[in-house]
């Protein structure tokens, strides 16, 4: 079964740190570039950061950068992004995706709440 599940979310007071994985099955991992997205009710949906495949560029939203890394474990087909310097405006539900060709992948999302 095709299928990325994340895990990660939870409640953080500014300034604090979050871990967010994403375990993926059923497909081609390694080939495939991974992404992770946000989005908060009412807007579109917007790319976070972008590990690519073998060679694991990556690239990060002007917003996150410098705060938030993400990485991929191929062996384990595991892709994380590490959240560090949490704001208020990182709220938002977090998403793991997959892309390859016209092949697009999604998770159920897992939700990020930064606050007092």
């Known amino acids: 079964q095709v299928q990325l599940v994340e895990s990660g979310g939870g409640l953080v007071q500014p300034g604090g740190s979050l871990r967010l994985s994403c375990a993926a099955s059923?497909?081609?991992?390694?080939?495939?570039?991974m992404n992770w997205y946000r989005q908060v009710p009412g807007r579109e949906r917007e790319l976070v950061a972008t590990a690519t495949t073998i060679d694991n560029i990556t690239t990060y939203a002007e917003a996150v950068k410098g705060r938030f890394a993400i990485s991929r474990d191929n062996v384990q087909k595991v892709v994380d992004l590490q959240m560090n310097s949490l704001k208020p405006e990182d709220t938002a539900m977090y998403y793991c995706n997959a892309k390859y060709l016209y092949h697009d992948i999604w998770g159920q999302g897992t939700q990020v709440t930064v606050s007092s």
């Open positions: 059923g497909f081609a991992f390694t080939i495939y570039t």
